[in-house]
C-alpha cells in the first residue's frame, strides 16, 4: 500500500522565546514493513542537523532555532510504501540487543491492578508460546481499557490508566509494556501513524503501539488499542522505553513560556497503480 | 579476636625502608611546632580555596576536607606492580565497554549474564553500536585500592565515569612542597604534577575524526552547587581550557558550540563531570537544566566527544566488578594483577544466605551506592544498626552485595598525642586516550577516627600526601 502522510506540528508561545532545540524523530527507518519513498521535514527559521541513524535503528535529527521566536512550526510530507508483515519488524537494522527492554521506567512501572490482569490472563494458559501470551496480554489490555479519547494525557503512567480504567493508544501500549515485563518478554513504545480506515475505527493518525520480542521472530508488534497486530496501515517512527522517550518530537524551549500545540495529521491511501 | 592490621612504616616494629626519613622527622618535630604547620596547612587549603561539601548533612558546605601531614609512601618497586594493574585493569574495562555497546561477545561467550549487563540502569540504550573516538568509553579511571599485607592489595572498586579527588591529589602535594621543603630534597619523591597537562593530553587525542585542528576542549560543570565544582575550576584552570555550564553551549546543525563573546566556538571534546541522565534533556532527563539540549544527536554523529561516554558506567557497577578480573581474561588473555575483593552478591540466594548469617562480620553495600553512603560495616556495628540494615537487607536483597571486613592497612597519621596508626586506601588516576597514562600517586584517603575502617571525605575521613620514592 501506498500511504501519503501531511503532519503539522505547530508550537505557538504566549510570550517570545529565547531558543528552542528539538530531537525529531519523525522519519521512517527502512524494514520489510515499510519503504520511504519521498519525505521531508521542514521547520522554517531553523537550523536542521544531518539525520543520523540511532542503536534502535531511528532516525533522528537536530532542530535549533537561536533567534527569539514566537512560534515554531514542523512540517512532515511524505509517501511510503507499506507492506502487510503480520506484524512482525522485520528487516530493520538495529543494535539494541532485545533483554535491555526488560527495563521499566516510571511510566511503565507496574501496579497491583496490571499485576492482577498478568496474573489473571497467564494463568489461564500454562502451556502457552511466547507469541500466544503476548497476544492474550494484549487482548486482556484492549479489554482493560475501553478507548476513550481525552481521559488521560501525556504524563499520565500505565499505573494511572490501569485506575482510570480508559486511556488512548498511549495507555494502551504502555499498560502492555508493563504487562509484558512481568511476563519476561521484553516490549517497547512504538509511535507512529495509523491509515484509519473507514471501518468504524475512531483513532487519530498520530498513533502508538507496543512491540514484544518473540524469541524466533523478533519484535512483533501489537496495537491493543485496535485489538490488531500493525499491518500495511501503518508507519512506523521510531521507540522508546515509553511515550516520553519514544516521542517524535522531544524539545526545549530556552526561557520558555505557557505553548499552545496545535497536530492536525492527514494520512491517506494511494492506488498502488498511480505510483506508476 | 584481635585483628592483624600491616603496618605500612613499622612491619612488626622494624622501620621499613620507605619511610627511612621520616622517622626522624617527626620525631625531631616539637608538638608546638607541629600545630603552627598543622594551622598553616588549613590555611594554605583555604587561600586555595580547596573545600569538600559533604551530602546530605548540612553544617558548613566550605568545610576544609582533613588533611594529614604524614605521607603515605610507597617504593618505586611496590609502585611498578601497582601500575601495571591499574593500567591492566584499565584496558580490560574499556574492552568491555566497547564490547558490550557492539556485539557483545563477552555475553555470547557466556562468561557475563546478559541480564546483569543489558538490565542495567546504567546501559545506555542511546548509544549502542556507536563506538566513541578510538574506542574508548572511561577516560579517566580512578580504581579504588586497599592494601592488606606488604604484597596483598585489593580492588575495592572501578569508578568508570567522573571519579572526582583528583585535585586533593595535586593540591596535597603543592601544600607539603611548600611547608616541608628539605623533606623533598632529601626524598626523591616522583612528580604529580605533571597530571593536568596529560589529562589535556589524553582529552584532546580522543577529538572526533571531524575535527582538523587543534581540539577546543572544555569543561562541563553542574555548577558551584556541586560539591566538587572546587576541583572542577581547579582542573579547567590548570589545563587552560575553558569552565562552562549546560547553559554556555549549544547545539546548532551538527556541532555543540560554545556562547563567547566573540561569537560561538565550535567545541570539540567536553569533559564533562555531570551525569549521564543530566547531559541532554531531549534523550535522557527532560527536567534537567545542567546538560546541553541536542548534545546527544551531535556526539552520535561525530561532532564532539564526550569524556566519560555516556553509558561508560555500566562497567563500574558494584554487580559487574565481580567479572573485572573475567574481563581482563577474556580481552587480554592476561592473568589479573590486581585482585578484586571477594563478593557475595545478595541477588543470589545463596549468596543471601550466607550474608544473613554472616552480616555481624561483613561489609554490605549498595549495589549503586558512592561515598559510603547505605553501608554497613558489621564489625564496627551496634546490634540495632545491624538489624535494621537486615531488615532493609532482606526487603530488597539485590540491591546489596556484601564482602569481607577487610584488614586495611595502616599509616601513621598525627593524632593529639603524636602519631598513631589509621586506616587507608588509596585511589590512582589512569588516564586512557590514544595512550594509557598513570602519574607515579594518588590520593590516599584516610580514617581518622581510631579503628575506623571507612575513608570517606563524606564520612568524616581526610587525606594525605602520596608518595613514590624514586630508585636510589
Redesign the interface.
Known amino acids: 500500500m501506498i500511504l501519503t502522510v501531511l503532519h503539522k506540528t505547530r508550537y505557538v508561545f504566549a510570550a517570545p522565546v529565547g531558543?528552542i532545540?528539538?530531537?525529531l524523530r519523525m522519519t521512517p527507518a527502512k524494514s520489510d514493513s515499510q519503504r520511504v519513498l519521498d519525505w521531508s521535514i521542514e521547520v522554517p527559521g531553523a537550523?536542521?542537523?544531518?539525520p543520523?541513524r540511532?542503536?534502535?535503528g531511528d532516525i533522528?535529527?537536530?532542530a535549533?532555532v537561536?533567534a527569539r521566536s514566537e512560534q515554531i512550526e514542523v512540517t512532515v510530507r511524505g509517501t511510503v510504501e507499506t507492506t502487510d508483515t503480520a506484524g512482525i519488524l522485520r528487516g530493520h537494522r538495529?543494535?539494541?540487543?532485545p533483554?535491555?527492554?526488560?527495563?521499566g521506567t516510571i511510566r511503565t512501572e507496574p501496579n497491583r491492578a496490571i499485576i492482577d490482569l498478568v496474573d489473571a490472563t497467564l494463568s489461564a494458559l500454562p502451556d502457552a508460546t511466547a507469541l500466544e501470551r503476548a497476544h492474550a496480554l494484549s487482548a486482556a489490555v484492549s479489554e482493560a481499557l475501553p478507548y476513550t479519547p481525552g481521559s488521560t494525557d501525556a504524563h499520565t503512567t500505565a499505573a494511572d490508566a490501569m485506575t482510570a480504567g480508559k486511556g488512548v493508544c498511549q495507555d494502551h501500549a504502555q499498560v502492555l509494556i508493563a504487562c509484558a515485563h512481568l511476563a519476561g518478554l521484553p516490549a517497547r513504545y512504538v509511535s507512529g501513524y495509523l491509515n484509519a480506515t473507514e471501518d468504524g475505527s475512531p483513532h487519530e493518525a498520530s498513533h502508538a503501539w507496543a512491540e514484544i520480542f518473540i524469541d524466533g521472530l523478533g519484535w512483533v508488534g501489537f496495537d491493543a488499542a485496535n485489538k490488531c497486530c500493525p499491518n500495511d496501515q501503518y508507519i512506523r517512527l521510531g521507540s522508546g522505553?515509553d511515550a516520553?522517550d519514544a516521542a517524535p518530537i522531544?524539545?526545549?524551549v530556552l526561557g520558555g513560556s505557557e505553548e499552545d500545540l496545535d497536530v492536525t495529521v492527514k494520512i491517506a491511501a494511494q492506488e498502488q497503480r498511480q505510483q506508476q | 579476636m584481635v585483628a592483624q592490621y600491616f603496618n605500612e612504616m613499622y612491619d612488626s616494629d622494624k622501620l621499613r625502608p620507605p619511610y627511612r626519613t621520616l622517622e626522624g622527622w617527626y620525631q625531631k618535630m616539637p608538638a608546638e611546632f607541629r600545630a603552627i604547620k598543622q594551622a598553616e596547612a588549613e590555611d594554605l587549603f583555604r587561600r586555595y580555596g580547596i573545600t569538600f561539601a559533604v551530602y546530605g548533612e548540612g553544617g558548613d558546605p566550605d568545610r576544609l576536607i582533613p588533611f594529614d601531614m604524614f605521607p603515605r609512601v610507597f617504593t618505586a618497586e611496590e609502585w611498578r606492580r601497582l601500575e601495571r594493574g591499574i593500567k591492566q585493569r584499565a584496558r580490560a574495562l574499556n574492552a568491555f565497554l566497547s564490547d558490550v555497546y557492539d556485539r557483545g561477545e563477552i555475553i555470547r561467550a557466556g562468561r557475563i549474564p546478559a541480564d546483569l549487563v543489558y538490565r542495567n540502569e546504567a546501559y545506555e540504550i542511546a548509544v549502542a553500536g556507536f563506538r566513541p573516538p578510538l574506542g574508548v568509553f572511561s577516560h579517566i579511571v580512578g580504581i579504588d585500592l586497599v592494601r592488606t599485607g606488604p604484597d596483598q592489595f585489593y580492588v575495592l572498586e572501578d569508578n568508570c565515569r567522573t571519579p572526582s579527588g583528583v585535585s586533593y591529589m595535586l593540591e596535597n602535594r603543592e601544600v607539603m612542597m611548600r611547608m616541608f621543603p628539605h623533606l623533598f630534597q632529601e626524598n626523591r619523591v616522583a612528580p604529580v604534577d605533571g597530571y593536568a597537562r596529560l589529562l589535556k593530553r589524553t582529552l584532546a587525542s580522543v577529538a572526533p575524526e571531524k575535527c582538523e585542528r587543534d581540539p577546543k576542549v572544555v569543561l562541563l560543570t553542574p555548577g558551584h552547587y556541586n560539591s566538587a565544582y572546587y576541583e572542577h575550576s581547579f582542573l579547567a584552570d590548570l589545563m587552560g581550557i575553558e569552565l562552562v555550564e549546560g547553559q554556555d553551549l549549544f547545539v546548532e546543525g551538527d556541532f555543540c558550540w560554545m556562547r563567547t563573546t566573540e561569537g560561538p566556538q565550535k567545541v570539540d571534546v567536553i569533559y564533562r563531570r555531570i551525569d549521564d541522565a543530566f547531559l541532554d534533556p531531549l534523550c535522557f532527563r527532560p527536567d534537567s537544566t545542567l546538560g546541553v539540549p541536542g548534545l546527544m544527536n551531535v556526539y552520535r554523529s561525530g561532532g564532539v566527544t564526550i569524556c566519560s561516554a555516556p553509558g561508560a558506567g555500566v562497567a563500574d557497577d558494584k554487580a559487574i566488578y565481580t567479572f573485572v578480573p573475567e574481563m581482563i581474561r577474556f580481552y587480554l588473555g592476561e592473568a589479573p594483577i590486581l585482585e578484586n575483593v571477594p563478593t557475595w552478591q545478595c541477588a543470589k540466594a545463596d549468596d543471601l544466605k550466607y550474608v544473613q548469617e554472616h552480616i555481624a562480620e561483613l561489609v554490605v553495600k549498595e549495589v549503586h551506592g558512592s561515598g559510603g553512603y547505605g553501608m554497613l560495616v558489621g564489625p564496627k556495628a551496634d546490634k540495632a544498626t545491624i538489624e535494621a540494615f537486615a531488615a532493609k537487607l532482606a526487603a530488597n536483597p539485590s540491591n546489596y552485595i556484601a564482602q569481607p571486613t577487610l584488614a586495611l592497612s595502616t599509616c601513621p597519621t598525627f593524632v593529639e598525642e603524636g602519631i598513631a596508626p589509621r586506616h587507608v586506601d588509596l585511589r590512582p588516576y589512569c588516564l586512557v586516550g590514544r595512550d594509557i597514562e598513570l602519574v607515579q600517586g594518588g590520593l590516599t584517603r584516610v580514617a581518622l577516627t581510631e579503628g575506623s575502617l571507612v575513608v570517606n571525605s563524606s564520612q568524616g575521613g581526610g587525606v594525605k600526601d602520596t608518595w613514590v620514592i624514586a630508585e636510589e
Open positions: 531558543g532545540v528539538q530531537s537550523v536542521l542537523g544531518t543520523l540511532d542503536g534502535a533522528l535529527q537536530t535549533s537561536r538495529e543494535r539494541v540487543p533483554r535491555a527492554y526488560l527495563r522505553f516520553q522531544r524539545g526545549l
